[in-house]
């Protein structure tokens, strides 16, 4: 068996987190084929290769996502683990069918975090995330109320996701930001939307050098698109209607082609290289000094030591400069 290389660590404020994270949305029930079973077997094989960061969020699973990461790290030690949940998107419990609804008010936030705090069986989350922009409450209203939950110890640190780059110049007026988490793979450089929702930022462009300016760490979400660039999918019949990546326009019909034919190609130059594809998109990222923890999904076993296995494939500048070159090729964004 392979063993992994000591992980890699970015420094986020205080926090020492691991280079590759776990994005928990598939161990919410959503994605095929995940049960909480093999959900808690793969989150504590992420914590037995080092992976200490993970990227979560009430609305994954309507609360269950969050439930079964409390129970998976019952028995590890707390201070070794870094919680990174969410609030501002609730749902309704009696149609989970209705579109969420965005609420960043003071009210719903100490609410949210109380939650939060009950189902993953904590007393303080480490990073504290807006989800998505409220335009209903004013900025300064959730800011003051994060800065409250700060100093009543129940959240260390504060960060933002899907914001514009001048929302979160305004939330700095009031609080200190350590993260901003957004779409940004080798795939999605620029990306102006998520599922057909506009993003108010273009990562490459824009995010990064704001977050350098800011000692902020980009988190990018989607490191691999859901799963694309470990270069296994089909050009069509990936999932069916209950994964919730049908719903991704770049994953599904026209929208895919590009996408899929690019691979294609980064397939070949990976084969080439001998690195696995998947490992030379992590790399890419991981290189950037901007990032933070890289929020990679997985719901084996398998999948976790494949993803922090890429420590152990050399990746060189020559690789990743070829890589996106084949990427500005394809025009994707």
Not at 9 to 31: E, H, R, V
Not at 200 to 226: G, T, V, W
Request: glycine fraction near 6%.
């Amino acid at each position: 068996m392979t063993l992994v290389k000591t992980m890699k660590y970015k420094n986020i404020k205080d926090l020492k987190a691991s280079a590759m994270g776990f994005g928990c949305w598939a161990i919410g029930g959503t994605w095929n084929n995940v049960t909480e079973e093999q959900s808690i077997r793969t989150i504590k094989e992420a914590i037995n290769v080092g992976i200490n960061f993970f990227d979560i969020a009430p609305i994954y699973g309507f609360g269950n996502a969050e439930k079964v990461l409390g129970k998976a790290i019952q028995s590890e030690q707390r201070d070794k683990i870094i919680i990174a949940t969410k609030c501002g998107l609730l749902w309704d419990d009696n149609d989970l069918s209705k579109k969420p609804q965005n609420n960043l008010s003071a009210q719903s936030i100490i609410k949210e975090v109380e939650d939060s705090l009950s189902r993953l069986g904590t007393d303080y989350v480490d990073l504290y995330q807006v989800h998505w922009p409220d335009p209903t409450t004013p900025i300064e209203e959730t800011a003051l109320a994060l800065l409250e939950l700060k100093k009543s110890g129940k959240i260390r640190h504060i960060g933002v996701s899907n914001y514009s780059l001048d929302m979160t110049r305004e939330m700095q007026q009031y609080v200190e930001i350590a993260t901003f988490q957004g779409l940004y793979n080798l795939l999605e450089q620029n990306p102006r939307h998520y599922h057909n929702i506009p993003l108010e930022y273009r990562a490459r462009d824009e995010a990064l050098p704001f977050c350098h300016q800011h000692d902020i760490k980009y988190l990018p979400y989607s490191p691999l698109m859901q799963g694309l660039l470990i270069g296994s999918l089909k050009r069509e019949g990936n999932w069916d209607s209950n994964d919730s990546r049908a719903a991704n326009p770049k994953l599904n019909g026209i929208g895919f082609e590009p996408y899929f034919n690019c691979v294609e190609e980064l397939k070949v130059l990976a084969n080439e290289a001998n690195i696995p594809l998947a490992h030379l998109a992590l790399h890419w990222l991981v290189g950037q000094q901007e990032i933070g923890s890289i929020i990679a999904g997985a719901h084996t076993e398998q999948q976790v030591k494949d993803n922090a296995d890429f420590l152990n494939s050399p990746c060189s500048k020559e690789i990743l400069s070829q890589a996106e070159a084949i990427v500005k090729k394809w025009n994707l964004e």
